[in-house]
């Protein structure tokens, strides 16, 4: 059941990403709501649920975008992978925590992206990429992921009441 409720969560991310998403574009920053799904589930629940969102959520919108195929998905994938690492580590009902962990996790990301590009011949400058896109997008998703970590979090709390003992979504 948990997992139904995890698919439709990021079908809903897909569709909000690929519609409204682009109406929320301010300059070069643009939210990434499936990151953000990503990053929640991974501090949420770890790396499985990191690793499974992120390969869901980068599959999706590969599909959906028809850019390189894999791009996203590794990513993703390897984002809620790293991301998961910590959520033992964690205190999750800090509210710091969700602002700090995209911040970070958008970067990581753009970076997975950037290496992924140039493997494909795709050459862009760095630095002027990270400042003029990658920075002000992390900013924005540092604004809209409060919504989408403590969402989640109560979320959780509603799958699966307070005697069940599980770190899987």
């Known amino acids: ?45 770890g790396r499985t649920s990191g690793v499974s969102v992120g ?4 599959l999706l919108w590969d599909l959906l975008t028809a850019q390189f195929f894999g791009m996203y998905t590794l990513a993703k994938l390897i984002t809620g992978y790293t991301v998961g690492g910590f959520e033992k580590k964690v205190f999750k009902d800090n509210p710091l925590l ?4 995209i911040f970070l996790a958008t970067i990581f990301h753009e970076i997975i992206l950037y290496i992924c590009a140039l493997t494909l011949g795709i050459e862009a400058p760095f630095f002027l990429l990270i400042g003029k896109n990658v920075v002000p997008s ?3 998703n540092c604004l ?3 919504f989408v ?3 989640m979090f109560s979320f959780r709390k509603l799958i699966w009441p307070l005697g069940r003992h ?3 979504f």
């Open 98 to 101: 969700p602002l700090v962990a």
């Open 138 to 140: 992390a900013i924005y």
């Open 144 to 146: 809209l992921m409060p």
């Open 1 to 45: 059941m948990p997992y139904l409720w995890l698919g439709l969560i990021i079908t809903a991310g897909v569709v909000l990403q690929s519609t409204v998403v682009s109406f929320l574009q301010v300059g070069n920053a643009r939210p990434d709501l499936l990151l953000m799904v990503t990053v929640s589930a991974a501090l949420i629940s």
């Open 166 to 168: 599980t770190t899987e």
């Open 55 to 58: 390969f869901f959520s980068g």
């Open 149 to 151: 970590y403590f969402g």
